[in-house]
């Protein structure tokens, strides 16, 4: 039993998926999509979920800073819903404000080149998220 986190872009998907004993998160992979079409990040999280025996995703919603919501934590909120309908698991959300600029201060400490920093803050974005649920959880 695993959880993983999700950190939504508009051109990709952050994963992050939680150790057996739910205490750890670690980033996992980055998957790309066009922005629109679900069924491409559905394909892979079909055996990813499976694979792990996922139990609870965790989904960044990304609000503004006076904490309303915009444009992107409505397309949070609808992709929630669609992998509600899709994996009948429950998923909750989580403020994520400054996540990336979280996981990219990380990497900059680090001294990632900018090139690969790219390649993996959405990853080190869902690990936060799913960081912050896991010690909500375990209070």
């Known amino acids: 039993m695993r959880c993983l986190g999700l950190d939504l872009g508009t051109r990709t998907l952050g994963l992050a998926m939680s150790d ?3 205490m750890i998160a670690s980033p996992y992979k980055v998957l790309r999509w066009d922005g629109e079409d679900y069924e491409l990040l559905f394909k892979d ?6 694979d792990n025996s996922i139990t609870d995703l965790v989904l960044g919603l990304p609000k503004n800073m006076n904490n309303t919501l915009g444009f992107a934590a409505e397309r949070s909120l609808k992709f929630k819903s669609a992998l509600e309908k899709r994996y009948k698991l429950k998923v909750t ?17 680090a ?3 900018r090139k690969k920093r790219k390649k993996v803050v959405d990853g080190i974005a869902a690990s936060i998220i799913l960081d912050t649920y896991l010690k909500m959880k375990g209070e």
Do not use: Q
């Open 93 to 109: 959300l989580i403020d994520e404000r400054l996540s990336t600029v979280e996981a990219t201060n990380y990497l900059l400490e």
């Open 20 to 22: 057996k004993s739910n």
């Open 45 to 50: 999280l079909d055996s990813i979920i499976n």
């Open 111 to 113: 001294d990632v080149s």
